[in-house]
């Protein structure tokens, strides 16, 4: 069998997979940590005008299949925008991820 492989010449680079992993690798690393801050500096600090009905909000979430109805279902998207940036352990009961969650707020807002 021929080989179809054309020789180098000295104007091309040869194929480095390895290192367009690792820049892939460090563009989904940066795009990580930047939501990770995004959402702890500047998300959470919004749930803390009002802590109250957020929670509130969130408990209808987890509890009722459509919590809004018709009316303005903006309120409830923010409160499940909190639940995925706090989500609830496995083995958590609802009233210890609420309490979890009140905490947390509390801790974000001082």
């Given at each position: 069998?021929?080989?179809r492989e054309?020789?180098l010449?000295g104007n091309?680079?040869?194929?480095r997979?390895?290192?367009?992993i690792l820049v892939?690798?460090l563009?989904l690393?940066?795009?990580?940590?930047?939501?990770?801050?995004?959402?702890?500096?500047?998300?959470?600090?919004r749930?803390?005008?009002y802590p109250?009905d957020?929670?509130g909000r969130?408990?209808?979430?987890?509890n009722?299949k459509q919590?809004?109805?018709e009316?303005?279902?903006?309120?409830?998207i923010i409160?499940?925008r909190?639940m995925?940036?706090?989500p609830?352990?496995?083995?958590?009961?609802?009233?210890?991820?609420?309490?979890?969650?009140?905490?947390?707020i509390?801790?974000?807002?001082r």
């Amino acid at each position: 069998m021929e080989s179809r492989e054309r020789p180098l010449t000295g104007n091309e680079t040869p194929f480095r997979p390895v290192r367009l992993i690792l820049v892939i690798l460090l563009i989904l690393l940066s795009i990580s940590m930047l939501a990770q801050w995004y959402g702890m500096n500047v998300t959470m600090p919004r749930y803390c005008q009002y802590p109250g009905d957020v929670i509130g909000r969130v408990q209808q979430v987890l509890n009722e299949k459509q919590p809004a109805g018709e009316g303005d279902r903006k309120p409830y998207i923010i409160a499940a925008r909190l639940m995925y940036l706090v989500p609830r352990h496995s083995d958590e009961t609802q009233d210890d991820y609420i309490l979890r969650l009140q905490q947390h707020i509390d801790k974000q807002c001082r």
